[in-house]
């Protein structure tokens, strides 16, 4: 059973078709690798996936769900969540403060409740700050919690959002180049950190151009090129794929 | 002595609406980054509200309450078709929504409007003071302007108010996150829409008479060169801005009596510095005086 499942989504921005009748499919617990040349439509796939962009055509599936059409927050709210290609963290809030912004049906974000329910509210605080704490630590930037996030160096950055996003609860995260401009030891923890969620339950779908990377982590590796999905399989059935090795140089 | 007297009183009257209007422009500029550049619209949707509830009958709070509700709802009417623009869409569009109010009340004939303005607006437990009203006026004004500021503190420092920063940071990655960006924009734009309506009602019953020219753009400029100058995104920022720009133009007001200055360069050379002061710190100190404080949580 599929925990996300993109069927025949078609985006076109003019003239210029992002996405052709793409479909792709991720089950549960599993790491899944999307791969393709520059322009190819991997972030665009995404930002479609989580509501930045309304499909042309085509249904998404998530747990279960039909979430075509939903806004982005929305989405976020069934438990699908995104980090960005180019980080974005809240530069001038503490690395703290970005993790408690992210939790889902805080009671103080109603303004009724700010006043109403200020005991209830202090209590779930402290409880949030305790669990943002345990996140930070496990991804080891805890010392850093009262830091502007605009202090963080970039592979800190890409950890707080991913530490953010761990924050909303996710069933799977949609990983945009998460180590994009990472030092590459950093970069493999990263990937050992997405290692050892996965084997806590969630589910991820990255792009990634590092392609030691992508075939030592990713369980099965979908390919786009100019929009179309040319392939899909595990590392060592990509790596021979005559179709990806022309997508990449050209053919 | 009792001139004296007066005068301070005058002045600190005039900190605490300038004041409340520098919080409100916090909670929707310094802390969620909706460029409202149209302040004095809701300034004078208050001021005129209370007038007319006031000058046909109703208490001075029925006034106030009125205003702050009002000037609430042209808030929300404001943010529902601008707040889904751009920023500098909505810096534009709140311009032109200030003077199509400006225009309106100037035009609009029925209701006791026009160029004449509204005059007698009765000022509060008048009677009850006397001689001694510009105090008790001003401390009518503290109470109020104390009251916002903790309101809208205890909503700053709330998960609500986090999430207006994280707006203000990063809408993006805020909506992704999974709030609903366009309605926490709405709140904070009601909320200080409110706020600038109970100053305009403040103001109204403090001078007892408005008209439209009192409402013109300037006025949004000054109350944005107060938060800026005091320190945006901080609401004792906003109060002590407001205490400096007040502070500026009385003291030239005094100081063109005793330095030669040709007579139509007073007011403009007053609007120069005041620019000034706004370019100077923006470039120089764009956090203003005071600037924003770190938010600490203490580790659990």
Redesign the interface.
């Known amino acids: 059973m599929s925990l996300l499942r993109v069927e025949a989504v078609s985006k076109s921005f003019g003239g210029l078709k992002a996405l052709d009748h793409v479909s792709l499919e991720t089950p549960a617990s599993t790491i899944v690798g999307l791969i393709g040349p520059n322009g190819s439509g991997k972030t665009t796939l995404v930002n479609v996936v989580?509501g930045?962009y309304p499909a042309d055509g085509g249904n998404i599936f998530f747990n279960g769900e039909d979430i075509t059409g939903l806004?982005?927050?929305?989405i976020?709210?069934k438990r699908l969540?995104?980090s960005?290609q180019i980080t974005?963290?809240?530069?001038?809030?503490?690395v703290?403060?970005n993790m408690?912004?992210?939790p889902?049906h805080?009671?103080?974000?109603?303004?009724v409740s700010?006043?109403a329910r200020r005991r209830r509210?202090m209590s779930q605080?402290?409880?949030l700050?305790?669990r943002a704490?345990d996140l930070l630590r496990f991804l080891e930037i805890a010392h850093l919690?009262?830091e502007?996030a605009a202090n963080l160096s970039g592979g800190q950055q890409k950890l707080l959002e991913l530490g953010?996003?761990l924050m909303?609860n996710p069933l799977m995260i949609l990983l945009d180049e998460p180590v994009a401009g990472v030092n590459p030891t950093l970069a493999r923890k990263i990937f050992e950190k997405i290692v050892e969620l996965k084997e806590g339950g969630m589910a991820f779908l990255v792009i990634e151009h590092n392609v030691d990377i992508v075939m030592s982590f990713c369980e099965s590796i979908y390919v786009l090129s100019k929009g179309e999905m040319v392939a899909k399989g595990d590392p060592s059935q990509i790596q021979n794929d005559r179709r990806v090795i022309d997508a990449y140089l050209g053919g | 002595m009792v001139s004296l007297v007066s005068y301070i009183a005058d002045t600190m009257t005039y900190v605490g609406i300038f004041g409340l209007l520098g919080i409100s422009l916090n909670i929707e500029a310094g802390y969620t980054r909706l460029m409202n550049f149209g302040k004095v619209a809701f300034f004078a949707v208050g001021a005129y509200v209370s007038a007319l509830l006031t000058v046909s009958g109703a208490p001075f709070l029925a006034g106030l309450a009125g205003a702050m509700l009002v000037a609430g709802l042209f808030g929300f009417l404001i943010a529902l078709p601008t707040l889904k623009l751009r920023e500098d869409y909505l810096a534009i569009t709140t311009i032109a929504a200030a003077e199509i109010i400006r225009l309106v009340l100037l035009n609009e004939r029925s209701y006791g409007l026009g160029p004449m303005g509204i005059r007698d607006i009765p000022r509060p437990l008048f009677g009850v003071f006397g001689a001694s009203y510009p105090v008790a006026y001003m401390a009518i004004v503290w109470a109020c302007l104390i009251a916002w500021l903790l309101v809208s503190q205890r909503i700053i420092s709330s998960p609500f108010g986090r999430i207006l920063k994280a707006i203000r940071e990063d809408e993006v990655a805020t909506e992704a996150l999974g709030k609903d960006v366009f309605a926490f924009k709405t709140k904070s734009l009601v909320l200080g829409s409110c706020m600038a309506g109970a100053a305009g009602s403040l103001f109204a019953h403090y001078t007892s008479f408005v008209s439209p020219d009192m409402f013109m753009p300037l006025l949004t400029f000054s109350v944005w060169t107060m938060m800026i100058v005091g320190g945006t995104a901080n609401n004792y920022g906003a109060i002590l801005g407001a205490l400096l720009i007040q502070a500026f133009e009385r003291s030239t007001r005094i100081l063109k009596d005793l330095v030669d200055i040709p007579t139509g360069a007073q007011v403009n050379l007053r609007w120069i510095v005041i620019g000034l002061l706004m370019v100077i710190f923006l470039m120089y100190k764009p956090q203003g005086i005071l600037g924003e404080r770190k938010v600490r949580v203490t580790p659990p």
């Not at chain 1, 974005?88 to 503490?94: A, D, E, S």
């Not at chain 1, 805080?106 to 303004?111: I, R």
């Open positions: 989580t930045q806004q982005p927050h929305e976020a709210h969540v995104r960005f974005r963290v809240f530069p001038k809030m503490t703290l403060e408690l912004v992210a889902p805080q009671t103080g974000e109603a303004l700010v006043f509210i605080e402290k409880e700050a305790r704490l919690c009262d502007y953010r996003s909303c």
